[in-house]
């Protein structure tokens, strides 16, 4: 998909949204439902729990041509397996930090919380995510850090990376 | 390499008028390993899932992606087609929501095209990886659990025991019966609602089947449908209810008597050791702790002295039991809202004579304070003018709840035809923003209100101020004619909004499960499912699914027992199959995956593995299938990477997400 408008040269850019199946997918239904109106800029991706998401996916997606990535899950308290959102929050604080660390803009990683029935919630979020990533321009924008970002991917496991080592150690015994 | 089919829904327009579907399906064609790609007006009716099927049988098909409505709406049909007339496996399916996140919120096709084809692409990157996945048969518990004894547990209770199913129906107050039978008449047809409701409560009492707890909470859920560990604490009685014999000598002996009733709405006064009503059910005494003065201060003992078979015991406990139930259902009702707090302006609570319509019920009930005379409760006179306002606190987002309460404007109308009935000459003024009726009979009911000669005037009332002659002076303005309206009343019923009762919130914690943002449970669909839950096994009934009236309450609670009998009827049930699993080859027995879950479904076990063709005995972590959820929280915290959610697989995630990004 080109990057760019064809006509008006403007920048699209590639959000990614990893939403929880039972709050913040709900929420985003409920926004299709109502015909609530928002950018075509963000993605959703489902998966069962915040909690499931793991920072390698966040980093696959910085890294392979995602401008900004979203995520979602249900509101504190409120999650449907009890604690994932307690545990995702955890993670993505650390991550968030480290990938600001990496000198990337704060606006490129964000975790937010929606409900199922918070469907003008879902499609302000994506609107001000949205407007957020328009105005800092592509990822590219954030070209020293991305040198930095690679280094951050080489220190988190990658099923790939498993792989390889796995066969190393087996070779070696 | 998998051999994919793509298949595109036109959704009549509702996706082919802002997605452009033959050219979804045409770059489909393109994607690594798409073996076809095609579109069909309606892919979820039985012509579409015909084509689907004879697709499959005649390309050879491996892996599926439909592109449609949200997987929320037609997953599961989707799959069951695949179960049932294909050879593939039900979970080789991805669903690629271009209607809800796609269609419905971009207006043309310039935009929703290339996003449904990015949705797709990540869709069939997804599929790719999909692998088969089987389910297995988990046994179901034949009990019922009905968290509320108000008459939508009642009826559910009845009607699952009635089915042969054992049900317990656990209550917080000292009976059961809710608010029906604190009700006088019951609209339209002003059936004695008591008369009506407390049979249900003596027919439940007396079932076989039914087990009854009452002041009780439910604090503790575990498990899963079929199969739920519920833990109960039934609060002290200090009354031995297997040797009372409700004879009442305890009550009438008691000397604290100057205890508001709540049944009575704090209108009458109750006594330490009481009963709420003559027909409550369980037809036995308990003692309020906060008042007994042998409890509080230690001295008294009245009651124990004068029962005739020594029920009493000071030295009663809490008792906590753990029981199994397969199914349960939500009946937690409603509470009316506290307008005392919210209503400076029609007196806050400081003018005796405005009531709310509740405190109406038990003024104009036989067995009410005043036996069924309707009376000032600040000196006993018989009103001559009595004005009603309706939506106090419903459809008020400002000071109350956004939401229309429902049965207001039907009982408000009940409530001016027995004031008229009773009080002759007594006019009536009922001030309304809206009246609405929708029922059977009850828009004749409203307008055989209007032709007694109940005064109906649209507007609010914006003050009610209480003149020194202790008449009510209520002032506000009829909206119709424009005019300043001011009555000098002798009597004001504020006809206040349902509200979630307290603890809705942590009860919705408790049986992990949501609540809208008014406060009241989520049915898993509005109009498909909305007896049941998202949570399996977990069923609504009456009002703490939202405001309806007995009639609706009744219905709800009616299927909401057909839900529960159509699963207790099975022996067993299918689990789901989308669980974490382990590796053994390469997990490190570390155990941050027992720590994390939930659900305590991971243990750390022995194994014997042949690792390089040698046998050694390690720890490593095994899943309970029946227990894990699925959540897939283990799978991020596991160090070496070797546990994995089935359905959602690690590799499967990764390709969707470069799918799109370099897309």
Redo the contacts between chains.
């Keep these: 998909?080109p990057r760019d408008n064809e006509q008006t040269g403007e920048f699209t850019p590639?959000i990614?949204a990893f939403c929880c199946?039972?709050?913040t997918?709900?929420g985003?239904?409920l926004?299709?439902?109502n015909?609530?109106?928002?950018p075509?800029d963000v993605?959703?991706?489902?998966?069962?729990?915040s909690?499931?998401?793991?920072?390698?996916?966040v980093l696959?997606?910085l890294?392979?041509?995602?401008d900004g990535v979203l995520v979602c899950g249900?509101h504190p308290?409120?999650c449907?397996?009890?604690?994932?959102n307690y545990?995702a929050k955890r993670?993505m604080m650390i991550f968030k930090r480290m990938v600001e660390f990496a000198g990337l803009s704060p606006e490129r990683f964000q975790i937010r919380w929606i409900?199922?029935?918070?469907a003008g919630k879902f499609?302000d979020t994506v609107v001000e995510v949205s407007e957020q990533i328009r105005a800092l321009g592509p990822m590219e924008n954030d070209a020293p850090s991305r040198a930095a970002i690679d280094a951050v991917a080489g220190t988190v496991?990658?099923?790939e990376a498993?792989e390889e080592l796995?066969a190393a150690a087996?070779e070696a015994? | 390499m998998s051999r994919i089919g793509v298949f595109v829904c036109h959704c009549g327009t509702n996706i082919a008028g802002t997605v452009d579907v033959e050219a979804v399906a045409d770059a489909a064609r393109q994607m690594p390993n798409v073996a076809y790609a095609g579109t069909n007006k309606y892919m979820c009716s039985a012509q579409g899932q015909d084509y689907i099927v004879d697709i499959i049988k005649e390309h050879n098909l491996d892996r599926v992606v439909i592109a449609s409505c949200?997987?929320?709406?037609h997953e599961r049909l989707f799959r069951k087609v695949l179960a049932e007339k294909t050879d593939l496996n039900p979970y080789l399916l991805e669903v690629a929501?271009i209607?809800?996140?796609?269609s419905?919120?971009?207006?043309d096709k310039q935009?929703?095209t290339?996003?449904a084809?990015?949705?797709v692409a990540?869709a069939v990157a997804k599929a790719d990886c999909d692998t088969q996945l089987f389910t297995h048969e988990i046994p179901v518990t034949k009990r019922a659990l009905i968290i509320g004894g108000g008459i939508a547990g009642i009826q559910a209770a009845l009607d699952i025991a009635d089915a042969g199913f054992p049900v317990t129906i656990v209550e917080r107050k000292t009976t059961i019966g809710g608010k029906m039978p604190m009700l006088d008449k019951t609209f339209p047809t002003l059936d004695c609602s008591a008369c009506i409701s407390t049979p249900k409560m003596s027919e439940c009492e007396a079932h076989p089947l039914i087990e009854i707890k009452t002041l009780s909470e439910v604090e503790k859920v575990e498990g899963y449908i079929g199969n739920f560990d519920v833990t109960i604490r039934e609060k002290a009685k200090y009354i031995d209810y297997d040797k009372c014999t409700g004879c009442g000598m305890c009550e009438t002996k008691c000397p604290q008597k100057k205890i508001p009733s709540e049944f009575n709405q704090g209108m009458s006064t109750r006594t330490a050791v009481y009963k709420p009503f003559p027909q409550a059910v369980p037809s036995k005494p308990t003692i309020d702790a906060d008042h007994c003065r042998m409890l509080t201060e230690g001295k008294c003992g009245v009651c124990a002295k004068v029962c005739p078979t020594g029920a009493i015991d000071y030295q009663d406990v809490d008792r906590v039991t753990t029981e199994r139930y397969g199914a349960i259902v939500l009946a937690t009702g409603y509470e009316l809202i506290d307008w005392t707090r919210l209503y400076g302006e029609y007196g806050g609570g400081r003018y005796a004579d405005v009531i709310s319509g509740l405190q109406f019920e038990r003024l104009v009930n036989a067995s009410g304070p005043t036996e069924g005379h309707i009376l000032r409760p600040s000196d006993g006179t018989e009103p001559k003018t009595m004005v009603i306002v309706k939506c106090v606190g419903s459809r008020d987002p400002h000071k109350g709840v956004p939401y229309c309460s429902r049965a207001c404007c039907m009982y408000g109308a009940k409530h001016a035809h027995q004031f008229m009935d009773k009080v002759p000459g007594g006019k009536c003024f009922v001030f309304y923003m809206d009246v609405r009726t929708p029922g059977k009979n009850y828009d004749e009911f409203y307008m055989n209100t209007l032709h007694e000669g109940a005064r109906y005037i649209r507007g609010r009332i914006s003050k009610i101020t209480r003149r020194s002659d202790g008449k009510l002076v209520c002032l506000g303005e009829d909206t119709l004619s424009g005019n300043v309206v001011e009555v000098d009343a002798d009597m004001v019923v504020l006809e206040t909004a349902m509200v979630p009762p307290e603890g809705a919130k942590k009860l919705?914690?408790t049986v992990?499960t949501?609540?809208?943002?008014e406060g009241f449970f989520?049915e898993a669909h509005p109009k498909l499912r909305p007896v049941e839950t998202?949570?399996g096994g977990l069923y609504l009934a009456g009002t703490a699914q939202g405001p309806k009236d007995i009639p609706d309450t009744v219905a709800q609670a009616g299927a909401a027992a057909a839900k529960v009998i159509g699963l207790l009827c099975k022996q067993s049930i299918e689990s789901n199959p989308?669980v974490a699993h382990v590796d053994d080859s390469?997990c490190s027995g570390c155990g941050a995956c027992v720590d994390?879950c939930?659900y305590s479904a991971v243990t750390l076990v022995e194994k014997t593995l042949r690792?390089?063709s040698r046998k050694v005995t390690r720890t490593v972590a095994q899943v309970n299938e029946g227990l894990c959820?699925?959540?897939?929280?283990c799978?991020?915290?596991c160090r070496?990477?070797a546990s994995d959610?089935l359905g959602?697989n690690?590799?499967g995630?990764?390709r969707?997400?470069?799918a799109?990004?370099?897309?």
Aim: hydrophobic share 30%; glycine share 10%.
């Design positions: 998909m590639k990614l199946n039972w709050c997918y709900a985003a239904d926004a299709g439902l015909r609530m109106n928002y075509a993605k959703v991706l489902r998966v069962p729990c909690g499931r998401v793991n920072p390698q996916y696959k997606a890294q392979s041509g995602c249900c308290g409120d449907h397996y009890s604690t994932g545990y993670r409900s199922g029935s918070e499609r496991a990658s099923p498993d796995f087996k015994i | 949200s997987p929320r709406m929501n209607r809800e996140q796609c419905w919120v971009h207006k935009i929703g290339p996003k084809i990015n949705l990540m919705a914690q992990n949501q609540l809208g943002p989520t998202n949570t989308m390469k994390i939930p690792e390089n959820q699925g959540c897939g929280a799978t991020v915290a070496p990477g959610l959602f690690d590799e995630i990764m969707e997400v470069e799109y990004a370099t897309r």
